[in-house]
């Protein structure tokens, strides 16, 4: 058997260039979404940079979520998807049906200052009622504010009733003198 010492320090070199491609190439690949955030200025890029350090050591598991959150944000548009410019506040074209409502709201807080709207239904049968305003026509003044009338007290126990209380099943306690 012949052995050329030149071709075992050929295939060493080989070897040892291979190892070192691959291992600069996978560094090469994980930093692919900290260069895309950096070309977009993206806000988050220092931390796309060191997610993607924490990637290599997680076998690039991280890698696909990386370059989705590299890619979700654009300078000229920021995280949207879409390229409409952004609504304003303010309608720039002053419509029928919004110069109606603006209209409508006007009577209504005109209604309200003077003190001519009609009070909203209570919501709950617990809650207090307003009292009738007294019909005096000698009262030309601005009218008061309503008086609250409170709830009788049997309506704001909570709990069964006292009939069921006085039947309903009862502990005694038994102290130690009691045996």
Request: charged residues 20%.
């Given at each position: ?103 409508r709201l ?9 003190g001519h ?20 026509p000698k ?41």
């Amino acid at each position: 058997m012949i052995t050329d010492p030149f071709l075992d320090y050929f295939a060493l070199g080989i070897l040892f260039f291979v190892v070192v491609v691959l291992f600069y190439g996978i560094i090469a690949i994980h930093d692919i979404p900290h260069v895309i955030a950096k070309s977009r200025n993206h806000p988050h890029q220092d931390a796309i940079h060191a997610a993607g350090w924490v990637s290599l050591f997680t076998l690039h598991a991280l890698w696909p979520f990386l370059w989705i959150w590299a890619m979700a944000y654009r300078p000229d548009r920021g995280w949207g998807v879409s390229h409409k410019e952004p609504a304003s506040a303010e309608p720039t074209t002053e419509s029928p049906e919004l110069e109606s409502l603006r209209a409508r709201l006007a009577a209504l807080e005109a209604r309200l200052a003077t003190g001519h709207a009609e009070p909203a239904p209570p919501t709950a049968p617990t809650e207090a009622k307003l009292a009738p305003e007294p019909t005096d026509p000698k009262m030309t003044t601005k009218p008061t504010e309503p008086k609250l009338v409170p709830e009788p007290a049997e309506a704001k126990l909570p709990g069964p009733s006292k009939a069921k209380a006085v039947t309903g099943p009862t502990k005694a306690k038994i102290t130690a003198g009691d045996r």
